[in-house]
């Protein structure tokens, strides 16, 4: 839905009420409320309103996490370098995980370079941005365990026990890739 088309609630104060708005769904709301977190980020301090914007969107990303769950990221496909970056999130048991790749790699800043994961916009760090993008494959989609996205940073409860369980993680995956930027 276009900002445009969004009526704000205002109080008149000579007369005492709310001019009402529109009902908005939950899809319409987080749109909205992305749209000012980003007019907040060009303004004032990005990487704050970028977490911010992060944060809104994980609860439509993340689902709960069990002992002894990891999230897998399905880096999927892209025949050029400038088409966006999708992932998509599979939630497996790390001893019966299938075959994955374990990326490692400096994370920076979050910078504005965002990427569909689970088909919502996530903002991600410039250097994971870059990783992603030469680490896809054209035709077939690559199955990775990469923290910044298989990990709700928004949950202190799941990153501690995550980072509990880094060591296994790697250990398990077939390969760990190492990205330099």
Not at 3 to 28: D, E, H, M, Y
Not at 82 to 89: A, E, F, G, N, R
Request: aromatic share 6%.
């Amino acid at each position: 839905m276009p900002l445009s088309s969004i009526r704000a609630a205002k109080f008149n104060s000579r007369i005492g009420f709310a001019v009402s708005t529109p009902r908005f769904t939950a899809q319409q709301r987080r749109t909205l409320h992305q749209s000012i977190i980003l007019k907040r980020a060009q303004r004032h301090e990005p990487s704050v309103a970028l977490q911010e914007l992060n944060r809104e969107s994980a609860s439509a990303i993340y689902d709960t996490l069990q002992k002894d769950e990891i999230r897998l990221v399905k880096l999927h496909a892209a025949r050029n370098y400038s088409d966006p970056v999708k992932c998509s999130l599979q939630t497996v048991n790390l001893r019966s995980s299938p075959p994955f790749e374990a990326l490692s790699y400096v994370w920076g800043k979050l910078s504005g370079n965002d990427i569909q994961l689970q088909g919502e916009p996530y903002i991600i760090t410039k250097n994971l941005n870059e990783a992603l993008r030469r680490l896809r494959n054209e035709s077939n989609d690559r199955i990775l365990w990469i923290d910044a996205l298989a990990i709700n940073q928004s949950s202190i409860p799941e990153r501690n026990a995550q980072v509990r369980m880094m060591l296994d993680i790697y250990a398990t995956a077939d390969e760990t890739v190492v990205w330099l930027g």
